[in-house]
């Protein structure tokens, strides 16, 4: 396992992605995240450096996962000058797991062959634990050649590996699946609020759910905490804003118009506007149960 693993941006999915490559025998050399005391700690923890610098983690790193939060974060560890990733990056891998907009997927990857780089996307459908465990659902997006190259390590990562096609796709991919679970979250949460306005036993609607059309996987992830109001973070509702949001502009570049999608992402928009984003998506219930944070009829 000679690859030398670094990575960008070590929050909790972040984090534990380095934890998992580290555990199974990769050499993961250098940590960045702009909270320098994280990456501070889990360097420390995994033996690797925490770095002052991008071009330093490419200096230290064959292959560089980057697990920032949006374009924006993006954009700015793949700028085109000044400190920057793209700095004598050829060589080098950079394997992007963010939910991004498909252009910008595009765009890096241009970005990473003018700097004689190569990158790919690597799509995420799952949460923390699954991080650290190894059991990721990955959908990538780019070149074959380059998939090929680190799909040993990739397959170590996960559970279910799925090469999707070009730089973008695993992106497009990736926002309609949390275009639907958002939907899916959105309409649990409704059902379960208007079964607490009627009175209704929740522990015994939820029962009925899951023997029914209503049955869902964000029922089995995300019922109990609603009744529950436990919200504690694995994919917030500020992500499931931006995500929903990414593919309401798919929609449009298409001429579809998608109005569940449009109600949900208004929704999740409601929770940030309320001081709600870094709840869970499942505190997404906190609009429609009588009596809450949001909803106090």
Do not use: W
């Not at 190569?118 to 699954?130: D, F, K, L, T, V």
């Not at 009175?199 to 019922?223: C, H, I, P, W, Y």
């Amino acid at each position: 396992m000679s690859q030398k693993i670094a990575f960008v941006g070590v929050g909790r999915m972040g984090a534990n992605m380095a934890r998992r490559v580290h555990e199974i025998g990769y050499p993961v050399t250098a940590i960045y995240d702009v909270n320098q005391s994280a990456a501070s700690e889990l360097a420390s923890e995994i033996g690797a450096k925490a770095c002052d610098s991008l071009a330093e983690v490419t200096a230290l790193a064959d292959v560089i996962f980057t697990v920032v939060t949006n374009d924006a974060a993006m954009r700015a560890i793949f700028a085109p000058s000044g400190d920057s990733l793209l700095t004598n990056a050829s060589g080098r891998i950079f394997i992007n797991c963010a939910t991004l907009s498909p252009q910008l997927h595009i765009d890096l990857e241009k970005a990473s062959e003018a700097a004689g780089a190569q990158s790919i996307e690597g799509c995420m459908a799952s949460s923390i634990p699954q991080a650290r465990e190894g059991t990721l659902q990955l959908m990538i997006g780019g070149r074959r050649e380059v998939f090929d190259a680190v799909a040993p390590l990739l397959q170590k990562m996960s559970a279910v590996l799925t090469y999707v096609g070009p730089a973008g796709k695993a992106a497009e991919v990736k926002a309609l699946v949390n275009m639907v679970m958002n939907i899916n979250t959105a309409a649990l949460a409704e059902g379960l609020g208007l079964g607490a306005a009627l009175g209704l036993d929740l522990e015994m609607l939820t029962k009925v759910f899951s023997v029914t059309g209503a049955n869902s996987r964000v029922l089995q992830t995300d019922g109990e905490d609603m009744l529950n109001r436990e919200h504690s973070c694995f994919f917030s509702a500020e992500h499931a804003a931006k995500d929903s949001h990414i593919a309401l502009d798919l929609a449009t570049q298409k001429g579809l118009n998608l109005p569940l999608a449009a109600a949900t992402a208004a929704q999740f928009d409601r929770m940030v506007a309320a001081g709600l984003g870094d709840l869970d998506k499942s505190g997404i219930a906190e609009l429609t149960f009588p009596g809450r944070h949001a909803n106090p009829a």
